[in-house]
């Protein structure tokens, strides 16, 4: 593999006589300078974890302009449009001028720019309008409908299924059969009808002049590869191509990035293997990896020297990442000094778990370390609900980065609207949001129904006695109303049961609506697979309820603002941090099947998403897990930790245990409060 060029060799490749506005050699470290200066060509830069990535790619940009290169020939892609206009605000600030004209942006957006003006050639007129992801699921729907228009007689994808299968196809260049089985396997054998719908889907754009996210990408490349003229055109105009997070990138951009590079091959791809962790979004390891294969003569530069961790923290996670076989080595120097050793700490349970974390956050707040300077992280969404729970009972403010709050999310509040009406038979909005969930029963009918029950007195004895026949419904939506009568029977003979009574909704029929309409569906249902856990902590079904919701109320919000701005604790996924930082890191469920998953089919993949989660600690990384945790049959069953813990050094880290608590704060249950007048009449009894 080629390596950088040496410090003086690059300065003696520096323009002869050139005068600079920026003195490089004193604002970059050697190893960005060696890679800011490198004249041209194929470059491959491997920016570790805190290296300065984004700043090399800013002086980069700025070096090429002071050069007199001109801004319309570099291209700058970015992961997110956000970071391309900081990158050239940057730029314009470093040479004080406008860098607005270097054109810079994600792949989607700048495919957009580029695809307004040579629509035509694709058969588009340059007005097209784009689907969004709401739109393109529609779009779906109705092509479905034209394809099987009655009933069928299996069941197929719903619409927000295809678009995900549609997006996967086009995004990593797979076929049907090679996306279907390994992603909805029930549906292997429909892959003639899925393609059928995904003809007609297309047909609807084109008769529209409608684009979706994907076809910005597609169009872009089918573009360059059927329309020679226009392929040179774009490679004469930008002389200098830039990616950013190539590591993200998939295999289309990857072909689009490969076919704008001209006969002058000045292509910087900037990213680091291993933080490759988007597989499951389609994202290609392969792409980083075998650039210096599709680009023999690329120079490659290491950006090691980290700025960002404590050395500690660094060698814990060199250790780990080193035993990925896939990759380019490399090893994070730290350039800060001092630092405690991490923390590996085990819990007896995933409760006492949770404790730790919140006890261990209210000392740090008594050593004035801000909130927002705190971060717990997990592999899946589904880790956070105890975590949510314990911070909310005591007060400590806290934002969900990786999606909703645990208990707002849609699928968790359909299942739990079943249990709020066993609870409550009175509650219309319950009983309203798990009807409205069956087929048939639209918003009229279950108003229709709900009236019935409500005037019978008794809304639970009626559903319980409910005669499908006798509801004056239609028949189809008089079925489904018999359908829910029955699952409200089995649930109310469930009450002491919480966490059976969430399994008997989700695997009655749940699941099946969960697979077909919503998408993330694995996820999903791992989520209510930890709600049920969460609920076989209690003995009655209002209990259960009462703390899910005091749990909502109590989530600190109200702390004390810290110059006028409230600060949090971030709880987040690892896949959502990514880039971000926090001086405290607690990385919790550290357990085998749960970090890595279970579903995990790539293990180097998994230990990657670990040294990300490692590598966002600035001082200090606390690694938890818990040594027994219970399953779906109320059994306690001890957990592994995880391999990733396992395998590293003893050295490299300090061990905690955790005792075991069953601690709950107590809520107040009275007060000094005074009734308002109008809650109460002339004698002082309450209205």
């Known amino acids: 593999m080629p390596h950088p060029p040496s410090a003086r060799r690059v300065a003696l490749r520096a323009a002869p006589g050139a005068r600079r506005r920026i003195d490089y050699a004193s604002q970059l470290n050697r190893e960005q300078l060696e890679a800011v200066m490198h004249p041209g060509g194929p470059m491959l830069v491997l920016a570790g974890a805190g290296s300065g990535k984004t700043r090399t790619l800013v ?97 197929l994808p719903g619409a927000a299924q295809l678009v995900e299968l549609y997006s996967l196809c086009i995004n990593t260049g797979r076929s049907l059969a090679e996306v279907v089985p390994a992603r909805f396997p029930q549906f292997a054998s429909d892959t003639d009808t899925i393609a059928e719908v995904f003809r007609r889907y297309l047909e609807r754009k084109r008769a529209a002049n409608l684009m979706d996210y994907d076809d910005l990408l597609l169009n872009w490349l089918l573009l360059l590869r059927r329309h020679a003229d226009t392929r040179r055109a774009l490679q004469a105009r930008f002389a200098h191509i830039l990616v950013d997070e190539y590591q993200d ?95 590996v700490c085990a819990a007896p349970s995933p409760e006492d778990q949770a404790a730790f974390v919140a006890s261990h956050i209210l000392e ?112 189809g939506a008089a079925h489904s109303a018999g359908e829910l009568a029955q699952l409200v029977g089995r649930l109310e003979r469930m009450r002491t049961r919480p966490g059976e009574m969430v399994r008997e909704v989700v695997g009655s029929w749940y699941r099946e609506y969960v697979r077909a309409t919503l998408d993330n569906a694995a996820s999903r249902l791992d989520d209510l697979e930890q709600l049920a856990l969460f609920a076989d902590g209690y003995e009655e079904v209002s209990a259960f309820l009462d703390e899910v919701t005091l749990m909502n109320e109590l989530s600190g919000e109200d702390v004390a603002a810290v110059e006028g701005e409230k600060q949090k604790v971030t ?105 308002p007048g109008f809650l109460t009449d002339d004698d002082g009894e309450v209205n």
């Open 59 to 155: 002086y980069r940009v700025a070096r090429l302009l002071e050069d007199g290169v001109s801004p319309t020939e570099v291209l700058l892609l970015t992961f997110t449009n956000r970071a391309a206009r900081e990158m050239l605000e940057r730029v314009g600030k470093l040479l004080g001028q406008d860098a607005s004209r270097v054109m810079g942006g994600t792949f989607h957006s700048v495919g957009n720019r580029l695809l307004r003006r040579w629509a035509e050639q694709i058969g588009y007129r340059p007005n097209y309008g784009i689907l969004d992801r709401e739109d393109a699921r529609d779009l779906m729907g109705a092509a479905l409908a034209d394809v099987v228009p009655t009933p069928p007689a299996r069941r």
């Open 364 to 475: 740090l707040i008594d050593e004035d370390i801000p909130l927002a300077e705190l971060a717990v992280l997990y592999r899946s969404h589904s880790h956070s609900l105890e975590i949510e729970v314990e911070l909310a009972r005591r007060n400590i403010p806290y934002e969900v980065r990786s999606g909703l709050r645990f208990f707002e999310q849609r699928h968790v509040k359909d299942v739990l609207a079943h249990l709020r009406f066993v609870a409550n038979p009175a509650d219309e909005v319950a009983f309203t949001r798990m009807a409205r969930l069956r087929p048939r029963l639209g918003q009229r009918l279950v108003a229709r129904l709900w009236e019935r029950l409500r005037a019978s007195g008794d809304a639970l004895y009626a559903m319980l006695n409910l005669d499908p026949a006798g509801t004056g419904l239609p028949a």
């Open 571 to 675: 709880l987040s996924t690892v896949h959502q941090a990514k880039g971000l930082e926090w001086r405290v890191v607690f990385v919790v469920w550290l357990a085998e099947s749960r970090f890595p998953s279970a579903r995990a089919e790539d293990v180097e993949e998994e230990r990657r998403l670990f040294y990300v989660a490692c590598t966002r600690a600035k001082d200090t990384l606390l690694l938890c897990y818990p040594f027994a945790a219970r399953d779906r049959y109320r059994v306690d069953v001890i957990l592994e930790p995880s391999r990733f813990l396992s395998e590293l050094p003893g050295h490299l880290y300090q061990r905690w245990q955790v005792e075991a608590t069953q601690t709950s704060p107590a809520l107040p249950v009275e007060g000094r409060y005074a009734l």
């Open 249 to 343: 990138t998939n295999r289309l951009q990857a072909d689009i990035v490969d076919t704008m590079v001209g006969e002058r091959r000045n292509l910087v791809v900037v990213g680091d293997d291993a933080q490759s962790i988007y597989a499951f979004r389609g994202a290609e390891f392969a792409n980083i990896l075998s650039f210096p294969e599709r680009y023999p003569d690329c120079a490659t530069f290491r950006l090691e020297s980290n700025y960002r961790s404590l050395p500690p923290i660094l060698d814990l996670a060199n250790a780990s990442i080193s035993h990925n076989k896939r990759q380019f080595p490399k090893n994070l120097r730290a350039l800060r000094e001092g630092g405690e050793l991490p923390v």
